[in-house]
T-cell receptor, first 116, second 111 residues
Framework: DTGVSQNPRHKITKRGQNVTFRCDPI?????LYWYRQTLGQGPEFLTY????????KSRLLSDRFSAERPKGSFSTLEIQRTEQGDSAMYLC??????????????FGPGTRLTVL | SQKIEQNSEALNIQEGKTATLTCNYT??????LQWYRQDPGRGPVFLLL?????KEKRKERLKVTFDTTLKQSLFHITASQPADSATYLC??????????FGDGTTLTVKP
């Protein structure tokens, strides 16, 4: 399977713990995105990378959230001191990121986070 | 403020009929618009993309229209099947990197 993969698929944690999610994009894709989705809502943009550079961060991304994409390949999203309000599906997407062109994003299956 | 609205109610139709889903937006100037399908517990799957200078796009039983004057896109599924039951998301893109999604419309096709 050459699609976007995310691990773990499910994570249950206690409030105050740190969690880290991983995303492996489609191999030739330059851009990688993180979104958060809660029940009944559409995906909300969190941040995106062009290769290894983090180009934009949403104001939804508090200082407890950090994302990295070392070497422009896989990415990790870490949430420190989790709160119950962090419970959501965290979606990763990747795209070719070609300048001046349409840029379809391909999504992974998501990581479902439950904070108790 | 910027806003994207999809059909506020879930849409229930009979198998074989045409489903029409609406995406309205305000305070955006999208370069293109995309429609995705999302099944419960899964990530969105890309269906169709339409550019601001295109009026209509088709793919098999799917058709998308884009009216930048009305600030509206319509998504049609003809000859609908129970397997088409899912949530359909529209997303606006401004060539600035990220997509902005609506909250989706849940379609149920009854046999």
């Amino acid at each position: 399977d050459t699609g976007v993969s995310q691990n773990p698929r499910h994570k249950i944690t206690k409030r105050g713990q740190n969690v880290t999610f991983r995303c492996d994009p489609i191999s030739e894709h330059n851009r990688l995105y993180w979104y958060r989705q809660t029940l009944g809502q559409g995906p909300e943009f969190l941040t995106y990378f062009q290769n290894e550079a983090q180009l934009e961060k949403s104001r939804l991304l508090s200082d407890r959230f950090s994302a990295e994409r070392p070497k422009g390949s896989f990415s990790t999203l870490e949430i420190q001191r989790t709160e119950q309000g962090d419970s959501a599906m965290y979606l990763c997407a990747s795209s070719k990121g070609l300048a001046g062109s349409t840029d379809t994003q391909y999504f992974g299956p998501g990581t479902r986070l439950t904070v108790l | 403020s910027q806003k994207i609205e999809q059909n506020s109610e879930a849409l229930n139709i009979q198998e074989g009929k045409t489903a029409t889903l609406t995406c309205n937006y305000t305070n955006y100037s999208p370069a293109y618009l995309q429609w995705y399908r999302q099944d419960p517990g899964r990530g969105p799957v890309f269906l169709l993309l339409i550019r601001e200078n295109e009026k209509e796009k088709r793919k098999e039983r799917l058709k998308v229209t884009f009216d930048t004057t009305l600030k509206q896109s319509l998504f049609h599924i003809t000859a609908s099947q129970p397997a088409d039951s899912a949530t359909y998301l529209c997303a606006l893109d401004t060539n600035a990197g990220k997509s902005t999604f609506g909250d989706g419309t849940t379609l149920t096709v009854k046999p």
